[in-house]
Nanobody, 117 residues
């Protein structure tokens, strides 16, 4: 059974940083791409980043100069390092297995990130 458990969310001021963590189990993590998505209240799921098994990462222009997505294949974990956070980054953040249609990807329960003064 695929299990994905996110942690590390919280409340931070604009300009601050957070590091999200996703613990994966139930599938061969080191050979799977992983994706981070987010959903703000009343909005659709939004792609945040994807990382291939070899560490190659992609992310949209809205975050690429502020976010990085390291992974640790030995510990079956993927991270989302978020710097210079903005109020518009406020959302529930999910990690998901694989890449492709966001709605179809198995994902965890999420961790809330709130950026506010």
């Amino acid at each position: 059974e695929v299990q994905l458990v996110e942690s590390g969310g919280g409340v931070v001021q604009p300009g601050g940083s957070l590091r999200l963590s996703c613990a994966a189990s139930g599938f061969p993590f080191s050979s799977n791409a992983m994706t981070w998505v987010r959903q703000a209240p009343g909005k659709e799921l939004e792609w945040v980043s994807s990382i291939q098994p070899d560490g190659r990462a992609r992310m949209p222009d809205s975050v690429k100069d502020r976010f990085t997505v390291p992974r640790d294949n030995d510990k079956n974990r993927v991270f989302l390092q978020m710097d210079n956070l903005r109020t518009e980054d406020t959302a529930m953040y999910y990690c998901a297995r694989g890449v492709g249609s966001l709605r179809a990807l198995p994902r965890g329960q999420g961790t809330q990130v709130t950026v506010s003064t």
